[in-house]
């Protein structure tokens, strides 16, 4: 099925199916990870979403990609350079969030978005990517060891007493470069 799959940049357009998407996955992730709806959906945290995803698809430096199968958007990822200024922007790129309607979830979606992340690196001549991911998120977490992702030590408070781990996926111009 994923020859069926396109992946696009998205456009304001997009914007209503996005934060519908990304709703249903913060909703499945975070409530198997214990918090309750009500923490994860609410007024405040849905203008946040329509604000940042905005500012995101209309930033000339971040990325925002759809994952499209049969004109309905099924996946979004979202990257560009570090937010935090303590990173070095020349060497690491950030993969934002990936995010599979949870009904596909297990079909390979979330691989074609990393993969177009991958590609971002190459383009940006970037040697390092970066990200970080709820560490009660499971299914996230043994997906991006998958990958080659591995956790960098840092780490942030997050929702629920729990922290955003940081990880690092060295691609193979930083593999070559090395040597």
């Not at 930033?59 to 990257?79: E, N, P, T, W």
Request: glycine share 8%; aromatic share 8%.
């Amino acid at each position: 099925m994923s020859a069926s799959i396109s992946v696009r940049e998205a456009t304001l357009a997009d914007l209503d199916d996005i934060i519908d998407l990304h709703t249903q996955a913060r909703v499945a992730y975070y409530g198997a990870g214990g918090l309750a709806t009500e923490a994860i959906v609410n007024p405040t945290l849905a203008q946040e979403q329509r604000t940042g995803w905005t500012a995101a698809i209309e930033s000339s430096h971040k990325r925002v990609l759809c994952a499209v199968f049969d004109g309905c958007i099924i996946g979004i990822a979202a990257m560009g350079p570090p937010l935090s200024s303590k990173v070095d922007a020349s060497a690491i790129g950030q993969l934002y969030q990936i995010h599979v309607l949870p009904t596909r979830w297990g079909e390979g979606i979330g691989s074609i978005l990393h993969a177009a992340f991958v590609r971002y690196l190459s383009e940006a001549s970037l040697p390092i990517g970066m990200l970080e991911v709820w560490e009660r998120n499971e299914r996230a977490r043994a997906f991006y060891a998958r990958h080659g992702w591995k956790p960098d030590g840092e780490f942030r408070a997050g929702p629920g007493s729990s922290n955003y781990i940081s990880m690092r996926l060295e691609t193979a111009r930083s593999d070559a470069s090395a040597r």
